[in-house]
């Protein structure tokens, strides 16, 4: 359980702090210092990593060899994931739009969960492939 912790705030982490200190950077450096406008953007990020974090958990803490891996590698494969998280979600709503923007019309909140937990899933399944492929030392009792 602690690895599944471990690699989930690695990704989280990672996916956040670079959009954070960007909103931060650029809100202050228009000269207004608007403090609101990064609180905006800030809930925005953080709510997209929370519920990509969920997405990418579901498939992580369902597989024993992820549990296996020793905490330090799963934690370097989620925070390298966690890093390209917002160019894959790009990438993975460029790809789902089709299917997901209908939804924004009578079910907003499933289309956003979709949005934003999808490819949470898939960078999951992305990091489960890349443990497989490229197995490292795990922790056996």
Do not use: E
């Not at 990704?11 to 956040?16: G, H, R, T």
């Not at 998280?85 to 907003?108: E, I, N, Q």
């Amino acid at each position: 359980m602690t690895t599944v912790a471990l690699t989930a705030l690695s990704f989280a982490v990672l996916k956040a702090v670079p959009g954070l200190l960007f909103s931060l950077a650029l809100g202050f450096s228009s000269g207004r210092g608007s403090l609101d406008d990064f609180l905006l953007a800030a809930y925005l990020v953080l709510l997209s990593t929370a519920l990509m974090t969920a997405g990418f958990v579901i498939p992580t803490a369902a597989r024993p060899s992820w549990r296996r891996l020793t905490v330090t590698r799963a934690a370097v494969i989620a925070g390298v994931l966690g890093f390209i998280a917002p160019v894959f979600a790009l990438f993975f709503g460029f790809v789902t739009a089709a299917v997901v923007l209908p939804l924004f019309r009578s079910a907003a909140w499933l289309a956003i969960a979709l949005y934003h937990g999808l490819p949470g899933v898939a960078l999951g399944l992305v990091a489960l492939a890349i443990a497989r492929v490229a197995p490292g030392p795990s922790k056996t009792a």
